[in-house]
């Protein structure tokens, strides 16, 4: 089965750097999803990762270790709007379906 | 459309009630995928279609829930005789193919609250 476990609540301060870990224990691994929920919305993707090594996409970076089972996503220079739930996801099985989400960290951004 | 569409955007339904909720996915998208997320939770997994096949719904939590998706696009989930713990938002989700790493594409979600 999949379990997936990430810090619940986080804080931060506008401008500054905040990293969110995921760990997970998949039955097979075929990459691992980061999406973005505002409150009141819907998820939107992030990233991916299959392969170790860290991946950077803007503001947003997402680092994979495949022997340790972790993952984070990297915030840089943040902004109030940032504010929102992080969920990292794996798939359960080969292909992209379904995915199975951690519980989200919810990240509040402060002056 | 441009996105997943979810109707309706907001349920209150009585308790024993039967609901159904509509998802349109993206235009042309195979897979389509519902979940089930409560408050200050992540989604959880209900059920997943390829086309018109409902390939996996492991995830529904009665026999009082029902997904279809018969011609291949729009999709239907039924729940009837609701009870309190339904309450949830209901999200729809759509790739374009079954393929590791393809971005599942989320609707807004239909806020169900069961009175």
């Known amino acids: 089965g999949q379990n997936i476990d990430q810090p619940t609540e986080m804080t931060a301060t506008e401008g500054a750097i905040v990293q969110i870990n995921c760990t997970y224990q998949?039955?097979?691994?075929?990459?691992l999803f980061w999406y973005q929920q505002h409150a009141g919305e819907a998820p939107t993707f992030l990233s991916y990762?299959?392969?170790?090594g860290l991946e950077e996409k803007g503001r947003f970076s997402s680092f994979l270790s495949r022997s340790k089972g972790y993952s984070y996503l990297l915030l840089k220079e943040l902004q109030m709007k940032d504010s929102a739930s992080y969920l990292c996801?794996?798939?359960?099985?080969?292909?992209?379906?379904?995915?199975?989400f951690g519980k989200g960290t919810r990240l509040s951004v402060i002056a | 459309g441009a996105g997943v569409s979810q109707s309706p955007r907001y349920k209150v339904a009585k308790r024993g009630q039967d609901v159904a909720l509509r998802c349109d996915p993206i235009s042309g998208h195979v897979s389509l995928f519902w979940y089930q997320q409560a408050l200050g939770q992540g989604p959880e997994f209900l059920t997943y279609?390829?086309?018109?096949?409902?390939?996996?719904k492991s995830g529904l939590p009665s026999d009082r829930f029902f997904a279809e998706r018969p011609e291949g696009s729009v999709s239907t989930l039924k729940i009837q005789r609701t009870q309190q713990e339904d309450s949830a938002v209901y999200l729809c989700?759509?790739?374009?193919?079954?393929?590791?790493?393809?971005?599942?594409?989320f609707g807004q979600g239909t806020r169900l609250t069961v009175v």
């Open positions: 990762n299959v392969l170790d």
């Open positions: 998949t039955s097979g691994f075929n990459g």
């Open positions: 996801a794996a798939p359960v099985n080969s292909g992209n379906t379904p995915l199975v």
């Open positions: 279609f390829q086309n018109e096949a409902q390939l996996d």
């Open positions: 989700a759509s790739s374009l193919v079954d393929r590791g790493g393809t971005e599942a594409f």
